[in-house]
Structures are given as C-alpha cells and as structure tokens.
C-alpha cells in the first residue's frame, strides 16, 4: 500500500515542536530544539536505509522540498542511488565554474619553470592577456568552442599574425592543461578554429641586420662608454642573442669564456654543458669598462631596476636612422663567416650558439669547438674594429 503524501501544511511546517514530522513518502521535517529544522528524505537503496538530506527548513519551502522529494525517490526508483549522483552532478557543476581565465593563470604557472627567467617578463602571457582573456577570461573553459575563438582572434588574424598565432598556440596550451585537470573541455577546439579563421595574410618579415662591411663603421660610432654602446659592442662582437647579454652576470664570466646557462639559452633549455662563448680581447674590455657600472650582479643594469631593454638597444639604432635592429647583427657574422671564411658548418653554427646534428650524433660529440670559435671571433673582432680581414681558413679538429 502506497504510503501517503503531502501530510503537512505550511502553517504545521512553521509552528512545528522540535521532533520529526513526517510529510509522507519518506519526507520528514527534522526540528531542533532551537528552532532551526533540516528537510530528510530516507530511502532505500541496494538493501541499505539511507537519510539524504535536502536543506534548512528556513531556506527550502515545504514546496521546494516535496519536489526535490520526488526528483530523488524517481532516480532511487531507477537503482541509482541519489546521494552519489548528487555528489556525481555537484562535480560536474563544478567543472563547468572553471573559467579560462583561472585555467589560463594556472597553466602559465605550472610552465613558469620551462620558461626563460621563470616567464618573469610575462612574454608566454601576453598575447592571451591582451587578445583572448578580454573576450573569453569570465567563460567556463568547458563552454568555450571554435566559434568562440575565432571571434576572439578574427580582429587581429591577419592584421597581427604573429600575436593571433601565438595566441591561439597558448589557448591551445590552456586547453590541454584544462583536460589534465580533469574539466570537459573540446581540446580540439583550437584547431577548428584555425580552420573557420583561415590561412593568414601577412607573412612574418625577417628581422632587418646590417651588411657585415658597413658594421665597423657602426661600430665606430660606439665610443661614448654608455650601458647602451658598452652592450651593442659587446653583442656584435659575441654574436649572442640580446637576452642572454642583456642579463649577462659577472658571476658568469670566468677568465676570457663567459658561460651562459643552459636555460637561457633559445632552444637549449637542457644544454649540459651550458654554453660557452670566447670572449676576445676587445670584448674583455668591455667587460671592465661594464663592471664599473654594473648593479646587483648584472653589468647592464637598467636606468631604474633590471637589466637594460631589447628596446633600448633597438631605439639607439632606430635613432641613428638605421633599419637595422640589434638581432639582426647575428646575421651580420653569420654572413662574413660565410662570405670571408671556409669555415666549417658546424663551427659556424655553434658560434651562433645553433644546435648542430641530431640528438644521437651530439651526444657523441666531446668538444664544442671553443678554441677554433675564438680565432673565429678574434677575426671577426679585427674586422669590426676596423683593423681588415683575410681569407681564413679553420678546419675541425678530428
């Protein structure tokens, strides 16, 4: 016989003494002595007497309760049992309040590691802060799809085509990272939205370097002993990239080799033994004069705190109207090594600091040809500073 339902009023539920009282159907309202009352379903389920509870009685009508009733003794009927599923649909609910915004944050921070200075210069997180957390940093990452992305991205596809790939290449990270979590997210997402945003315009520009045989009349101009003219010496004479230089320590330097760790290194985040560059004797110059000014270890320090910009650099040159940037003087010594000298490929390109030969083929190579880069560069270095270059010839030590 079916037990009945709706047993109690609301005037019963409000004036009720403390106790149980039943409503029928395995509804009971539960009062304290306080005054305070907690709603209870009791079922059962596999056999086992379960109470699950469906709220304070101050803030669940007799209404709200009666329906919750139904909805759990309807999902008991079906031999699921309605306190596990409830916990199942909280955990879903949950995935959902992710936003990518929070997703975006954490995953930044667990490749802060992989990342040059620890991604202290906020460069990996740019282009989701300025173009893609505006738009969809408040959506949860599970609702987000290729139709979101694109709109997010479409104003600048073709306009910025380095910033929009870059962008779309760390939401993919974000996505990912989002799936590892444990969230519903469409992790191909990204991926259909390069599809609906189409192949891009703009063509990535090489940036500008300056003819090698026009680079010690530059060089000339360096004289003024500055942070600024100590640093561009210093770069076209190391052909090193700017980052390293830029935060170069005097902790780094020992004798006439400065060994810069593997991790800042562009491509070299595993390099054993970290890289090693000769440092002539114009540079070692350079180098003293730079201790005089150095600040917190660093010999080029910045105006306020750090260590001097890309863009400072870049600026002196731009204000000498030249098109050539600070980068670009790799290519420079890249191309007189080419042009001037037979020397060999692999020297050559470890002098820019360049991964040669495969994995297996490196970890059988014993030298990184430090010797043969210092004649190299004590060449080069004449050539820059005006004293003439021949013809040489460098042949790799067997």
Not at 49 to 59: F, Y
Not at 108 to 136: C, I, M, N, Q
Not at 208 to 221: G, I, K, L, N, R
Not at 293 to 308: E, M, N, Q, T, W
Request: aromatic residues 6%; hydrophobic residues 40%.
């Amino acid at each position: 016989m079916a037990r009945p339902l709706n047993k109690l009023s609301a005037v019963e539920v409000k004036n009720a003494t403390a106790g149980k009282h039943s409503d029928g159907g395995g509804l009971w309202l539960v009062k304290r002595e306080d005054g305070g009352g907690q709603w209870v379903l009791r079922i059962t389920i596999h056999g086992r007497r379960r109470e699950m509870g469906l709220g304070s009685a101050s803030e669940v009508s007799l209404k709200e309760a009666r329906d919750a009733a139904d909805k759990w003794r309807a999902v008991t009927r079906s031999n699921v049992d309605p306190i596990k599923e409830r916990e199942r649909q909280k955990r879903e609910a949950a995935k959902k309040l992710h936003l990518l915004k929070e997703i975006a944050e954490d995953a930044f921070e667990s490749r802060k590691a992989e990342l040059k200075g620890d991604g202290k210069a906020g460069r990996w997180f740019t282009p989701l802060e300025l173009h893609v957390l505006p738009r969809l940093g408040k959506m949860p990452v599970a609702e987000i799809d290729q139709t979101d992305i694109r709109d997010a991205l479409s104003p600048i596809w073709h306009s910025k085509a380095e910033t929009a790939r870059k962008a779309l290449n760390r939401l993919s990270i974000c996505m990912k990272h989002a799936a590892a979590l444990g969230l519903d997210v469409d992790i191909q997402a990204t991926e259909k939205a390069r599809a609906l945003l189409g192949k891009q315009r703009h063509k990535a520009k090489n940036i500008p370097a300056m003819a090698w045989q026009d680079v010690p009349e530059f060089y000339a101009t360096l004289s003024e002993g500055t942070i600024t003219h100590l640093a561009l010496r210093l770069l076209i004479l190391t052909g090193v990239r700017s980052g390293p230089l830029r935060y170069i320590r005097e902790a780094e330097i020992e004798g006439d080799v400065w060994t810069i760790p593997g991790e800042a290194m562009k491509g070299r985040k595993d390099a054993t033994p970290p890289f090693r560059v000769p440092l002539v004797p114009e540079a070692m110059e350079i180098i003293e004069q730079a201790k005089k000014l150095a600040r917190g270890g660093y010999l080029f320090p910045s105006v306020r705190k750090g260590v001097i910009s890309d863009m400072t650099m870049g600026k002196h040159m731009e204000r000498a109207k030249l098109a050539a940037r600070p980068h670009g003087f790799r290519s420079s010594l890249r191309d007189w090594i080419a042009e001037t000298t037979d020397t060999p490929h692999d020297i050559a390109e470890t002098t820019l600091g360049h991964t040669v030969g495969q994995k297996v083929e490196r970890a059988y190579r014993r030298t990184d040809f430090l010797d043969q880069r210092r004649k190299l560069l004590e060449k080069w270095a004449r050539h820059v500073t005006g004293q003439g270059a021949q013809i040489i010839q460098l042949v790799a030590e067997a």
